[in-house]
């Protein structure tokens, strides 16, 4: 065997090997710095997203709070729907899983109904009116998607 | 030598590397000149570096995107609870013009702004106008 071809082809491996191994670690790198960009937009609309879907239950445990703490003023009829509503928005689910939104949606509807019963009972529907307005001029349109359903 | 695409890299004909020392004329044939090696080697570890870089970029890990929709969503359901909350009080005590105030400093884009939250986006610590509105609320009994 000639030595020289020996060395020729130990040669052309190593380069071949070496300029893989090059385009690996760029690869590598290159991945991790556009998943971490993904991750941190994911989190951006994660933000913005769950911020506008909760403005309403925070909201109604602003406007229950206050009508328990003031319970004296009303009609003790509606004690027991403001239980009820409590009930609905106090531990509602705040994660992004497929029950948990649906349970979330299921709950939020539940809500308003029974928002607009107590908010009629004690006659400061003005309290509720404009509901969704507030919910849009603080919690903004939301930039996710077209259709926000795409997140989910 | 320069890069027809058939080495072990996909991308073709982007680079013109010498990959050899050989081409240099100034010089005798020595292959083993280690000044020579190490600047050709820098050569072609940059480019494949450089193309490998590029094609990863495109190539982000496919959940990260709603991996992070996922992790900072409970957090911004938290801020979202507790603006709300601050709000329906507001509300309820009818005092117009401090609702209306409220809205305004409470809005989304200025929760969120970057200054309040680290590298990773997480709060650090207890957000500011939050607090100071919480207060305005317990004084309003």
Redesign the interface.
Known sequence: MDISDIDYNIDTDEVLNLEEEYYQKGYKEGQEHSTKQQLTEGKEYGYQTAFQRFLIVGYIQGLVEEWTVHLDDYNSSVSNHLVQLNELVSDIPMTNGDSEVSEFEKRINKARNKLRVIATLVKESWKINKLDEVVKQVGGQLQVSENVDDMW | MPCEGE???SKKGTTDVQ?SSSANKDSNDDVWDEDRSVSS?AD??RS??????????????ES??????????????????????????????NDEALFIQG?QE????K??DKKYFNDE?ELAGEHEIISKWQKIVENL?
């Open positions: 080495c072990s890299c990959i080697n072609i570890q494949h570096e450089k193309q490998g870089y590029l094609d990863g970029l495109s190539h982000a890990k990260s995107l709603q991996a992070g929709f996922d992790t900072a969503f409970p957090s911004g359901a938290q801020l979202g609870i507790a603006v709300g909350k601050i709000l329906g009080k507001l509300r309820s005590h809205k409470l809005n989304i884009g929760i969120m986006l009994k």
